[in-house]
């Protein structure tokens, strides 16, 4: 069972920037696929970020050129680093993780297609 705590979420102005982390059990990063989602009060876990144990990325096109998925396998740390935040940003955010590579944009950005979620932390843009 692997285990997934999100951190960093926050309230932060438009344009500004915020780095999210998630906390993965011992290798679990670089070795499953792991995955951002947001998702809003009455709407779909909508997909953000997905990046495989190589390393391959994914991006949803709302974010692209906003936002860089990155993984430390030597702390189990996920990231999400995110620039230009717009109100539409506002989120809760979780990361999420399944063990095998899923191999398409489309499938990166699937909730369906993972398996372990964290519990999510507020990005709030105003």
């Known amino acids: 069972h692997v285990q997934l705590v999100e951190s960093g979420g926050g309230s932060v102005q438009v344009g500004g920037s915020l780095r999210l982390s998630c906390v993965a059990s011992v290798d679990t990063i670089g070795r499953y696929c792991m995955g951002w989602f947001r998702q809003i009060p009455d709407k779909e876990r909508e997909g953000v970020a997905g990046?495989?144990?190589?390393?391959?990325?994914s991006y949803a096109d709302s974010v692209k050129g906003r936002f860089t998925v990155s993984q430390d396998s030597a702390k189990d740390i996920l990231y999400l680093q995110m620039h230009s935040l717009k109100l539409e940003d506002t989120a809760m955010y979780y990361c999420?993780?399944?063990?095998?590579?899923?191999?398409?944009?489309?499938?990166?950005?699937?909730?369906?297609?993972?398996?372990?979620w964290g519990q999510g932390t507020q990005v709030t843009v105003s």
């Open positions: 990046i495989e144990s190589d390393g391959s990325t």
């Open positions: 999420a993780a399944v063990e095998k590579d899923v191999g398409t944009k489309l499938l990166r950005l699937r909730p369906s297609s993972y398996t372990f």
